[in-house]
């Protein structure tokens, strides 16, 4: 068995077993939800059995988070820089429906772990922000991660709320239409369309290097929902694979978007 790289900030590594492991709620023990060689289900249910009410409310929500990098100066940020501690009061911008704290209040109080990222900054500053979000968690009881999402940040276009927040900083591919049509074009010509398996490849490489772990772009074939014929938007060899670094195969279509 392969041992991970492992990096705490917050917390510390212990070793079981000739193996390294993060102590996540520092007990000094290995718990199974910090136990990499187990079933992603077996750690869930150990962590989820230790969580308390407040902390399982927190994981069912997701809010967009900025960046510290274009507060204005003077006004609160924290790690350097990189994170925005501002606390924006309800009904100020679309983005505070209502009140919103800080992110080391909203991850130490509040318990959230999933955040939408808008801004449209480079990737080592994205990949700096993402570990200081998760110092900040790790520093926390159970020492639950965050998970970072984004819309589409490789499409040639215009920066659009909701579709396209970021572009120009990442590989730029054709737009969704345009993927579209290359994939018939390709298929039209005897092709099996495997640069749709390149692009995913490209671009999942670019996210997970800077800690994008979530995407909200193609989207999934809704291949269960009533009344919805799959081929009537998407033609048969219309849909691609995203394959993550362990082999997991997730089928998105490009007729849709979510």
């Not at 991660?145 to 709320?161: D, K, Q, W």
């Amino acid at each position: 068995m392969n041992q991970p790289r492992l990096e705490v900030r917050s917390k510390q590594l212990i070793t079981v077993d000739g193996l390294q492991f993060k102590d996540l709620n520092a007990n000094g023990e290995l718990d199974p939800y910090e136990d990499w060689r187990l079933s992603p289900a077996e750690r869930a249910a150990d962590l989820v059995s230790k969580m308390d009410v407040d902390e399982k409310v927190g994981m069912m929500l997701i809010n967009t988070r900025f960046t510290g990098y274009e507060v204005p100066e003077g006004e609160a940020v924290s790690h350097e820089g990189a994170l925005d501690e501002r606390v924006i009061e309800a009904g100020t911008s679309i983005f505070a429906t209502r009140k919103v704290f800080g992110s080391t209040e909203t991850l130490e109080r509040l318990h959230l772990r999933h955040f939408i990222l808008r801004d449209n900054q480079p990737p080592a500053k994205i990949a700096t922000w993402i570990n200081a979000m998760n110092e900040v968690a790790e520093s926390t009881r159970l020492g639950i991660p965050v998970i970072a999402t984004s819309n589409s940040r490789n499409e040639n276009g215009e920066m659009v709320f909701g579709m396209n927040d970021a572009v120009g900083v990442f590989s730029t591919f054709p737009a969704t239409m345009g993927i579209a049509a290359a994939i018939l074009g390709d298929q039209a010509r005897g092709g099996d369309a495997s640069l749709a398996s390149d692009f995913a490849e490209a671009v999942r490489a670019e996210w997970v290097a800077c800690g994008l772990r979530k995407g909200y772009g193609r989207c999934v074939s809704p291949n269960d929902v009533p009344g919805y014929d799959k081929e009537q938007y998407m033609p048969e060899g219309m849909t691609y694979a995203y394959t993550d670094a362990d082999g997991n195969v997730y089928r998105l279509g490009h007729g849709l978007t979510y």
